[in-house]
C-alpha cells in the first residue's frame, strides 16, 4: 500500500493536502480524525472540516453495508494493513459509489494500535465498467446458448485450437463443450470423406487470404451418423490488423437438405411427365408472363425455336396486349384455375400471303429490334442513333440491309416522338452514322397534331415536306431510295394525299377500332 513518511513534516503535510486521493486518519471506534482536501471532495463534503464535523459514526455513515467496516478493522488489527478493499459507501447527499481502500494501523513504542491511517479512491467509473461488461458477457451467453446454432470460438493457430464452444453443440453432434476442445483433430476428424479435400481447401485458402468461410458439409456425430452442417466464419482482427481469433456459426441443414432432394425429385419426375405430356403445354410467371418452359408438343405444334420463347414475356412476344394480360391474371387470381378458354395460338408459320410487305409504324423499343429484323420490309419510327445502331447490328447479324424512316417531331404535341430539324443533319453528319452498312435510309415520316384544326394539319404536313426536300438536297442527291414520305392517318390521311404522302397508315377505317 501506498506509505506516507510522517518524519518530513512539511513534506507530509504537502502531499495530504495535494493528493487526488482521500487519505484519513480515524479512531479505531468509527471517527474520523483527520481527512484531506481530496477526501472531503470525494464524499461530497463542503470542506474537510464539515467532513470531520458530519461523521459521528464511520460504520452507518460510510459504508453501505456496516459489516463490511467491521472486516476491514479485524484484519487490520490481525494484518496490520488491508490491501485493495472494495466496497460501496455513502456520499453526503445519500448516493452510492464505489471505492478501493488501502489502510494500516499506526501503533505506539509498545505496540498498542494508536489510529488507522490509509488511502481511499474513487473507482465508480471502471467498477460500472466491469459490472456492464460482466452483464453484457452474461447476456451475451444466454443469448449464444438460446440460439439454434453452434457459436464456437477458434484460436488462429495451425491447428485452430477451439477456445469456446457453445453447449449446442451437444445437440448437434453429440459432444459436450468440454469433449470437443480437448481433442483439437476432432473437426477435421469428423468431416465427410466426400467432403474432406475441398472443405480444407477451403479453409486453408480463407486463412491465406484472410476472408470469411462459408461452407456447406457433413459432419460425423458421436453416434456415427453423419449430419449435414453450414458453417460460417468471420476472422476477427485487433485495431493494428492482427488476428486475433475465429468466430463462427455450425448451423444444422440436414432438414433443408433433405427437403431440397426431395424437391428435386420431384421436380426430375414432373419435368418427365411434363416432357411427355402430348398436349402443347408451356410454363410462364405469374407476375410477368416470362416463358420458363414449354413441353416438345408445344414446339413442335408452334414452330418457335426455344430460344426465340423462353425469357420472354406474352406482351414483347404480341401474344396478349398489356390490358389482355391483367384482366387474364386478374381472372386466374379471383378464380384460381381456369378451364377450356378459347383462343388463337400464335405459331410462326405463315398465314398470310407470302408476298406481304411488314411496316414498323409505332415506336420501337431497342431490344425490340432483334425480333422483327429478320423479316420487316420498312421501319417508319427510327428517332435517335441508338435505335439506328441497333437495327444496323442486327442486320450484320442476319446479312441484311434494313431500310428504315427518319421520325420527325412536327406536331406541338411533346408525347410524339421524333427528330428535328437541327438533330437530323448532325445525325447524318455523324461518323457513326456514316459508317453503317445495314441500313438504308427511304425517307422520313411524321405523324401531325391530333386535331379537327385542318389548317394545323395541313401547316405541319407542308413542314414535313419542306424538311423532306431539305434533306434530300442536302444528303441525298442522286439518291432515288430516298422517296417516301410517311404522313397521315385514319383521321387526316386525305390532306396527307393532297400534301404529298407516298405512303399513309391506315387502321381503324379498315380494321376497325381496337378491341382491348
Known sequence: MNRIDHRDGEGYQSIFENASEGIFQSSLDGRFLKVNPAMARIYGYDSPEDMLISIKNIGKQIYVN??????????????????KFVCQNYRKDGSIFWTLTNARIVRDMEG???????????ITSRKEAQLALRASEERYRALVERLPAVIFLDA?????????ISPKIKELLGYTPEEWIADPFIWENSLHPDDKEHVIADDERTNTKRGNF???????????????IREEATLILDYKGKPLKWQG??????????AE?????????????????????????????????ANDAYWKLSGFEPNEILGHTSVELGFLTRKGRKNFVTRLKKEKSLHNESGKLITKSKELPADIEWHMIGHLQSNKVRYISPFISLIHSVDSMKLLEVINNEGQKIKRVIDVLFQMHIAEEETKY????????????????LSFKNIKVRGLMGMATFTRDEDKIRSEFKNLVKIFKETKESFFRNKDYFSEISMGMSNDYKIAVEEGATIIRI??????????
Open 156 to 164: 488462429t493457430n495451425e491447428i485452430q485450437t477451439t477456445l469456446y
Open 249 to 258: 456459426f455450425l448451423f444444422d441443414i440436414s432438414t433443408q437438405k433433405q
Open 418 to 433: 421524333g427528330l428535328d430539324k437541327e438533330k437530323l443533319n448532325r445525325l447524318l453528319l455523324s461518323p457513326e452514322y
Open 214 to 228: 462459408s461452407a456447406e458439409y457433413r459432419l460425423r456425430k458421436k453416434d456415427g451418423k453423419y449430419t449435414w
Open 261 to 293: 432432394s426431395a424437391i428435386q425429385q420431384s421436380e426430375e419426375h414432373f419435368k418427365k411427365i411434363f416432357q411427355a405430356n402430348p398436349i402443347a403445354s408451356c410454363i410462364a410467371t405469374l407476375k410477368e408472363g416470362r416463358f420458363i418452359a
Open 112 to 122: 498498542n494500535a494508536l489510529y488507522i491511517e490509509g488511502f481511499i479512491t474513487d
Open 66 to 83: 456496516a459489516k463490511e467496516r467491521e472486516s476491514i478493522l479485524n484484519e487490520l488489527l490481525v494484518n496490520g494493513h488491508i490491501d
Open 507 to 516: 387502321g381503324s377505317l379498315i380494321f376497325g377500332e381496337r378491341k382491348y
